[in-house]
């Protein structure tokens, strides 16, 4: 596995969000909140030893390939390099992943009704998968079951390391005493603050799971285009730019990443690459030269299979809190989003 958080990858910020020694342990207001069980997905794509350390139950995935259904462990039982070096070597490879069923998140949800502990999950954009939809039948389920138990199930908006930036923030909000409600409010409201930008290596894998025609990743590989793509505010991949090359296209993330971030040095920065570390330390290092940027806090991860399967290796995102990206929707996409029922 590639490079996570160590000491070259995390800087102490401000408030000592992330301690860079030797554990490489999240600091105290991190750690498993009390009186509030979080819930996330594999999809966030955690770092080593993060989820663990906020004490988040999380639900792994299932992705299918030449051996049969697997789980998203966050690679404890699989090797990331292993696994894009085989996509690489065999264009006709192609890993499925599919929904997670009512009943496995009703299991989840009793465990913690029966422990009568309130509970916020923060789930997978319903804008990539139905997911979403199926913990929403769960949850009414245990309602009917459990009605005395505390359960929101809440579109984190955030797709891969943006719901591990979401996750650390919202333990931090729990332990600083929101309650189940109020913090399945501040979710709602805080994942439009994250931005992700990234870039791929190949279309191919985008052709293969339908997301784009095979052509145009033909057309695509032979004139060395690169997208630079982002998520738009109910978390569905939008194209940000086209770049010729891939120096091109990482500089677009990093004048994106300019353009775009908060320049809160409480908040960390995440990095999340596939099979793709050296690309991803040199996005790190031009971050750092951005002035004021010296000492932020970078999380460096390797995407999961479940997002990897979709994106292909290769991949590398910049991840951060910043702007509100309600504030740039086009008139269409703000009328969409009343219809919906979020407010602007």
């Known amino acids: 596995m590639t490079k996570h958080v160590d000491e070259t990858s995390v800087q102490t910020s401000a408030t000592e969000q992330v301690t860079a020694n030797q554990n490489h342990t999240l600091s105290t207001a991190y750690h498993k909140p009390s009186g509030v069980h979080i819930i996330v997905d594999s999809t966030a794509d955690f770092a080593p030893g993060v989820a663990e350390q906020l004490g988040v139950e999380v639900i792994q995935f ?24 085989s996509m690489r070597k065999n264009k006709q490879l192609h890993y499925k992943t599919s929904a997670v069923t009512p009943g496995h998140y009703f299991e989840v949800f009793e465990r913690s009704a029966k422990a009568g502990i309130p509970t916020v999950y923060l789930c997978f954009p319903a804008a990539l998968s139905s997911s979403f939809y199926a913990a929403q039948q769960a949850a009414q389920m245990i309602k009917e079951q459990y009605p005395d138990f505390e359960l929101y199930v809440i579109d984190n908006g955030a797709p891969s390391v943006a719901a591990e930036l979401l996750a650390i923030e919202a333990v931090h909000q729990a332990n600083s005493g929101l309650t189940a409600h109020e913090l399945a409010k501040w979710a709602n409201d805080a994942h439009y603050f994250l931005h992700g930008y990234f870039t791929l290596e190949t279309l191919d894998a985008l052709a293969a799971g339908g997301r784009i025609p095979p052509a145009a990743a033909n057309i695509g590989g032979k004139l060395d285009v690169k997208p630079e793509i982002s998520y738009d505010a109910a978390g569905a991949l939008s194209l940000k730019s086209i770049c010729r090359g891939r120096k091109k296209a ?95």
């Open 62 to 85: 299932p992705y299918t390939g030449p051996d049969g259904e697997k789980f998203d462990d966050g690679w404890k039982s699989a090797s990331a390099h292993e696994f894009y070096e």
């Open 250 to 344: 990482l500089r677009a993330i990093i004048q994106d990443f300019r353009d775009n971030y908060s320049y809160d040095l409480s908040l960390p920065v995440a990095i999340v690459s596939a099979d793709a570390k050296k690309d991803a330390e040199w996005v790190e290092a031009q971050l750092r030269k951005e002035k004021g940027c010296e000492g932020i806090t970078i999380i460096q991860s390797t995407v999961g299979p479940v997002i990897g399967s979709h994106v292909g290796p290769g991949m590398v995102a910049v991840v951060f809190w910043g702007t509100d990206r309600r504030e740039k929707l086009s008139l269409a996409d703000k009328i969409a989003s009343k219809v919906r029922g979020n407010k602007q």
